[in-house]
């Protein structure tokens, strides 16, 4: 569910952790962390505040962003995966999907499309539908990345949510 100021306080009582606080721990957390268990939790549990607009600039400000772009250079699959769940659940926004380009993170959710992971796949093709626009395109719609959504949106009886996302990218930055 999204929040606001309101809703946030009245959650968070007198002797809560406020939300920029809490997400600022996690970070910590991550960066003190050298257990690879407890990276994929934290970042996870950062991939799903990612979702609610509440937090933007939060992760704007506290390089949430950043450090689900570092995940996907991972060699840790939960990593990637939870790393582009986080691009996925934020880029909606414009102000975050600038940031994301602006770091180079196009480059790194392209190379999630050939994830053996399921998930990470599917996080790829929505990050792609919101990172794509017009300053994005040429560098999204390129032939071979094009192929690669092709061929999902072709794969329908095999995995349906592949063909779904692939077909709805299609249909918005491509055939329309």
Same mark, same amino acid.
């Given at each position: 569910m999204f @929040?606001n100021a309101q809703?946030q306080?009245?959650? *968070?009582g007198?002797? &809560? *952790?406020?939300? %920029?606080?809490y997400?600022?721990?996690?970070? @910590? =957390?991550? =960066?003190?962390? *050298?257990?690879e %268990?407890?990276?994929e939790?934290?970042?996870? /549990?950062?991939?799903? $505040?990612?979702?609610d607009?509440y !937090?933007?600039?939060f992760?704007?400000q ?5 450090l $689900?772009?570092?995940c996907?250079t991972?060699? /840790?699959?939960?990593?990637? %995966?939870?790393g582009?769940? &986080?691009i996925?659940n934020s880029? #909606?926004?414009?102000? !975050?999907?600038?940031v +994301?380009? =602006?770091? &180079? &993170? +196009?480059?790194?959710?392209v =190379? ?7 998930n *990470? #796949? /599917?996080?790829?093709?929505?990050g ?8 994005t395109?040429?560098e +999204?719609?390129?032939p071979?990345v094009l ?5 999902y949106s072709?794969?329908?009886? #095999? ?7 692939a077909?709805?990218?299609l249909d918005?930055h491509? /055939?329309?």
């Amino acid at each position: 569910m999204f @929040t606001n100021a309101q809703r946030q306080v009245e959650r *968070t009582g007198r002797g &809560g *952790t406020p939300r %920029e606080q809490y997400l600022q721990d996690l970070v @910590t =957390q991550f =960066q003190d962390s *050298t257990d690879e %268990e407890s990276k994929e939790r934290i970042v996870a /549990n950062l991939a799903n $505040f990612a979702y609610d607009p509440y !937090n933007y600039a939060f992760m704007r400000q506290l390089n949430i962003l950043e450090l $689900f772009l570092d995940c996907i250079t991972e060699p /840790n699959e939960r990593l990637v %995966e939870f790393g582009v769940g &986080g691009i996925c659940n934020s880029c #909606v926004d414009p102000a !975050n999907a600038s940031v +994301i380009t =602006q770091c &180079g &993170g +196009i480059p790194l959710v392209v =190379q999630c499309l050939s994830s053996p992971v399921k998930n *990470t #796949v /599917n996080y790829a093709l929505g990050g792609l539908y919101y990172l794509c626009n017009p300053l994005t395109k040429k560098e +999204i719609l390129k032939p071979d990345v094009l192929r690669v959504i092709r061929d999902y949106s072709a794969a329908g009886a #095999v995995n349906s949510s592949f063909s779904n996302l692939a077909n709805a990218f299609l249909d918005k930055h491509v /055939n329309s």
